[in-house]
């Protein structure tokens, strides 16, 4: 079937540090990867994507790769911020006789200053 | 990106009251549109898929006459809880299917309705 893992929570960094929060998917098809943020209180925030294959989605200095040899989308940033802190949803996209997509169970990241 | 609202953005009602969220996606047209439930500190719970002039695909377990769906134009969907106790307290969140670039699907998301059935 269709699923996303992503690593469980909470991560805990303190500013400036290097993040990496992984995930991996198995799909029956050829799906496209989203990482979405949470905030606290708010809804989810489409943070970025990629639609194939070695393309890299990046957006407020996050970054993540599709790699589909290791069926990886794992999130990364250099130096991660007090607003930061929030949670992080990986998620695929198929479109299997309609649109779904599938959510991790989402990591919480608390960043202390 | 593309837009999307709901209103209200949270609510408080007795038991046995109904209660409709509005989705609405501001600047671009969604033929389908998707209602999730999200428990504390959970992922999202696919609930529904809600398709424009047609009528709603629940997922299973979701109880259709429970929760109402209506997707009456391209930019408007409605969900409404019937008869709310309160374990149907939670966060509802929306979300509209938008078309980019080479055929892209993307989902927007709304802001979220968290319900509180008291």
């Known amino acids: 079937g269709n699923s996303v893992t992503q690593m469980e929570g909470p991560v805990t960094l303190s500013e400036e540090a290097f993040l990496t929060i992984n995930c991996t998917y198995t799909a029956t098809g050829y799906p496209s990867l989203f990482w979405y943020v949470q905030y606290p209180g708010e809804g989810l925030q489409l943070l970025l994507k990629a639609t194939k294959a070695d393309d890299k989605g990046s957006n407020k200095g996050f970054e993540a790769t599709y790699r589909k040899e290791t069926t990886s989308f794992h999130l990364e940033k250099g130096s991660v911020q007090v607003s930061d802190s929030a949670v992080y949803f990986c998620a695929l996209g198929l479109n299997t006789g309609g649109f779904k997509t599938i959510f991790g169970a989402g990591t919480r990241l608390f960043v202390k200053a | 990106g593309a837009v999307v609202s709901q209103h209200p953005s949270r609510v408080i009602c007795k038991s046995g009251t109904s209660v409709k969220i509005e989705c609405r996606s501001l600047d671009f047209q969604a033929t389908t549109m998707f209602w999730y439930r999200q428990f504390p500190k959970k992922s999202l719970m696919l609930m529904a898929t809600?398709?424009?002039?047609?009528?709603?695909?629940?997922e299973q377990g979701v109880e259709k006459d429970k929760f109402l769906i209506n997707h009456a134009s391209l930019t408007l969907s409605t969900l409404t809880v019937t008869s709310a106790h309160p374990e149907d307290s939670s966060f509802y969140i929306c979300?509209?299917?938008?078309?980019?670039?080479?055929?892209?699907?993307?989902?927007?998301f709304g802001p979220g309705t968290r319900l509180l059935v008291l």
């Open positions: 809600s398709n424009e002039g047609s009528k709603a695909t629940y």
């Open positions: 979300s509209a299917r938008a078309f980019e670039g080479a055929g892209i699907e993307t989902q927007y």
